[in-house]
């Protein structure tokens, strides 16, 4: 059946929207839908269809196919970092809407790479998944408290049953009034590993039940905490715990930021370390959440935790000879594996970035991703901040006709 029959069958109330693939393949049900819903909506979606993503390759990752949206991808780099796993350049590749973005963090770029480079570390693997159980009160919050504690083993063993790939790292337990949160932690290797903890956690949870009087209300109790800021994940971690810093010499502050060594400290003294807390930040930046955001859209992250991604702290001192900046993301949640990692446009950029699929040892790619996303956050706080000692901002925005 084509296209426009599937189409009249919906318009007639003989077919849903959803229903289509199951009466023609991917690449015409999705054509069915946007005669459809562009009718009704007396609209065009010429350009929506235009796509050379096959829809077949878009199974696992959206439903209710209707065609893609094009966002402009730039470079930043080559910006040069020494990682845990590895030491490189890399190209970062940004997908964006946002003028002037890729500009500031090439400059960033220029300045991490004239001072010699980057270092940066993952400092954590921990997805986690946080279920709620209901309890009478407090003295039975307290035995499952106890119980938990006495049987992490026991916990680990069936949560692990349940994938080749994940380990349960970290397990804590909460009692609040009649409930008791347990937030568990997985070292998910090269995935970034939601589904696996979730997994994971259901089969732990019940263990639990059938060992203890506790009763499941939600394998998601929101103490995980996904999607959401939360302070939790600002001290814990989610995901990956990763810091950058560079050390950068006075004359090279001077000549790419255009402003002293201590301008700029003083400068983040005040924006990012004050100004965030009196305005009561969970993120303690100047834009960290911009190249979180583009370097999620460009290589296939799951766009909705950049609102974790971007909960970060830039430092900054002028030492002797020096500029000393970092920047320290505490949840990045970043895979190279599943997900939209899979998509062509998505598995080119993490090759561009040579992290493309499982790493060896397994993680390791994963790894190098965060270090270099957080190492590219660093070249936009660099490049923001000297922007702003300098007060150049505006002008700079005016001269790319932003």
């Not at 500009?103 to 921990?126: E, L």
Request: glycine share 10%; proline share 3%.
């Amino acid at each position: 059946m084509n296209a426009a029959d599937l189409a009249e069958r919906v318009r007639e109330g003989d077919l849903r929207l959803h229903e289509l693939e199951s009466h023609a393949d991917p690449e015409t049900a999705a054509a069915a839908r946007r005669r459809v819903v562009a009718n009704e909506a007396g609209t065009s979606l010429d350009s929506v269809g235009e796509s050379h993503l096959a829809a077949a390759d878009t199974e696992s990752t959206i439903e209710n196919l209707v065609g893609t949206v094009e966002i402009p991808i730039g470079v930043a780099g080559p910006v040069p970092v020494a990682g845990g796993e590895r030491e490189a350049e890399h190209y970062l590749p940004l997908a964006t809407t946002e003028g002037a973005l890729v500009a500031s963090v090439n400059r960033g770029c220029s300045v991490i790479r004239a001072a010699g480079g980057a270092d940066a570390r993952v400092t954590k693997r921990a997805m986690t998944r946080a279920p709620v159980f209901r309890v009478d009160g407090v003295v039975e919050a307290e035995a499952v408290v106890g119980w938990v504690r006495d049987h992490e083993t026991d916990l680990a063993s069936a949560a692990e049953s349940t994938t080749s790939h994940g380990e349960l790292v970290d397990l804590t337990p909460y009692a609040v009034g009649d409930s008791v949160f347990l937030r568990f932690g997985y070292d998910t290797k090269d995935a970034m590993g939601m589904n696996m903890a979730t997994i994971a956690t259901r089969e732990a949870c019940d263990v639990v039940e059938s060992e203890t009087p506790a009763e499941l209300v939600a394998l998601s109790g929101n103490l995980c905490t996904d999607k959401k800021p939360a302070a939790i994940n600002a001290v814990e971690g989610r995901g990956r715990s990763v810091v950058a810093d560079v050390a950068i010499p006075n004359e090279v502050v001077e000549e790419r930021l255009h402003a002293t060594p201590e301008a700029v400290a003083e400068l983040n003294t005040r924006k990012n370390l004050v100004g965030s807390a009196k305005a009561g930040s969970l993120g303690f930046n100047a834009q960290a959440a911009n190249v979180v955001a583009a370097a999620f859209l460009a290589t296939g992250q799951d766009a909705a935790q950049v609102v974790e991604g971007s909960n970060a702290i830039t430092t900054v001192a002028a030492r002797e000879d020096e500029l000393y900046a970092s920047v320290s993301l505490a949840s990045l949640e970043v895979g190279t594996v599943g997900g939209g990692t899979k998509l062509p446009t998505q598995a080119e950029a993490l090759s561009l970035l040579g992290v493309r699929g499982g790493g060896s040892p397994p993680g390791s790619n994963a790894d190098a991703l965060a270090e270099v996303i957080a190492a590219g956050a660093l070249a936009g706080e660099l490049s923001l901040l000297g922007a702003l000692a300098s007060r150049h901002l505006s002008s700079a925005h005016a001269d790319l006709g932003r």
